[in-house]
């Protein structure tokens, strides 16, 4: 996200792309098919610009802005930390709760405050928030509810109902930092106490961690790494024989005898046949399937040698910008935001967006953007990153590339369109996560940070 964006890089070869979505249909995503960006009569309509200059919807819709980096306040006080990306809903009663990641590095102007039990390392700035709003999207607090943490990116939530914040960052300790960073941690949405005392789920790993996506039936824990240098991997976590995943039972099995590794971290090493995929980039054509290995990581907390850097040539498989996960349709949904030449990969993209199938052990390329040539035209899209699976079907995406930036759906027969455009500036959209009502849609755009509830008419599309 915002620490790597495509937005800080050089778009090299941009003229040799196609600038269009090449797409299959998400359910999952099955009939490849090839679409442009946007068609007509696809998705809730053209977006109308807002008055405001904030977030241009399509007719019908509405937005409120519930959390605002330094303008809303805490119920300790101080300000809504900068920076919101990753997000989860809970429902409690008629309200849902929101915990809301802030990827805050170091030089952001409001920092997660550090308050006592909630703060792992105050050296860092990062941490999350919970945003508590009514049944209509209205806001009524928002607390701290991790601290000390650093560049909180995505995540993802678990079946039991819990979130799972994800640090974008290997910093060892030193300097401001009195500890290790690059690890997972766990928060609870309605037990402030089950959030005291923060404990790094570090069998989990050490590396620069994205998003994630947890299989409900096996409890294993799929991983995105965002990382370049070389490009990042993405991971499986198999947990130990007899492990059952409910509310405490990762802080339990990191806080145990041996919990630093416990249970199994692997890379994927894909496979078309017997030939070795050594990046995903080499895909390009939506309904690509390969094979799916997993290789055991010889040292998880990389001590010495980044985790990625621990393998021998061949051995695993790479991809520039891995980025979001979902679990949904029975599989992880894992998205790479662009590739180039220039940073290692065999062919140039704005986005791919794969599923994997634990039963079948595969992973499909559902959905690829060509390189975009005219980003600041309004119906062209590119570098994916946060996603989501809509209860109206298909996906939504979130968009951090170049030039405009967009909340993109995806419809089940693989048609683009867009859902929201940011009117502000060009910061990109993060975050992206429905009610489980399906009425709203929560969003964010990360700089100056805005937390938007999003409604309309959704059975219209």
């Not at 030193?174 to 005392?197: C, I, M, S, T, W």
């Amino acid at each position: 996200m915002a620490s790597l964006s495509r937005r800080d890089l050089l778009r090299t070869g941009a003229a040799s792309g196609l600038g269009i979505i090449v797409a299959g249909s998400v359910d999952a995503i099955a009939a490849p098919a090839a679409a442009a960006q946007v068609t007509r009569g696809t998705g809730y309509g053209p977006l109308v610009d807002d008055p405001a200059g904030l977030l241009a919807l399509p007719k019908g819709f509405r937005y409120k802005v519930i959390a605002q980096s330094g303008v809303t306040k805490l119920e300790t006080g101080q300000f809504t930390p900068s920076d919101p990306d990753g997000m989860a809903c809970f429902r409690r009663g008629r309200d849902f709760v929101l915990i809301n990641n802030h990827e805050i590095g170091g030089s952001e102007p409001h920092r997660t405050p550090a308050l006592p039990g909630l703060t792992y390392d105050p050296g860092a700035g990062g941490g999350t928030t919970t945003i508590v709003v009514d049944h209509e999207g209205d806001r009524k607090s928002e607390y701290v509810s991790l601290a000390g943490t650093h560049n909180n990116c995505a995540g993802g939530q678990t079946p039991w109902g819990t979130w799972l914040t994800c640090e974008e960052t290997e910093q060892r300790a030193g300097g401001v930092f009195q500890k290790d960073h690059g690890y997972v941690f766990e928060v609870d949405p309605f037990d402030r106490d089950a959030n005291l005392e923060p404990v790094p789920l570090k069998f989990l790993g050490r590396y620069s961690h994205e998003a994630v996506a947890v299989d409900p039936k096996t409890s294993e824990i799929y991983l995105t790494e965002d990382a370049s240098g070389p490009n990042g991997l993405y991971f499986r976590w198999v947990p130990p024989k007899g492990f059952r995943g409910g509310k405490g039972a990762l802080r339990a099995l990191a806080l145990s005898a041996g919990g630093d590794t416990a249970g199994r971290l692997q890379a994927m090493s894909a496979f078309k046949g017997s030939r070795h995929i050594g990046d995903l980039s080499e895909a390009t054509t939506p309904g690509t399937r390969y094979k799916v290995r997993w290789v055991d990581v010889p040292d998880r907390d990389a001590r010495t040698v980044s985790v990625r850097k621990q393998f021998e040539a061949g051995q695993v498989t790479h991809s520039r910008k891995l980025e979001g996960a979902y679990w949904g349709d029975g599989g992880a949904y894992f998205v790479a935001s662009y590739a180039r030449i220039s940073d290692g990969s065999v062919n140039e993209h704005d986005g791919q967006v794969w599923y994997y199938d634990p039963r079948s052990e595969t992973i499909e390329l559902k959905t690829i953007y060509g390189v975009n040539p005219d980003p600041e035209a309004d119906t062209n899209y590119d570098g994916p990153d946060n996603i989501t699976v809509s209860p109206h079907g298909g996906l939504i995406l979130a968009e951090d590339g170049e030039g405009l930036s967009h909340l993109v759906g995806v419809t089940k027969d693989g048609q683009s369109y867009p859902m929201a455009r940011n009117d502000l500036n060009d910061s990109e959209f993060t975050g992206p996560v429905f009610s489980q009502d399906g009425r709203i849609l929560f969003a964010c755009i990360q700089s100056p940070g805005h937390v938007f509830a999003i409604t309309g008419p959704w059975g219209r599309s």
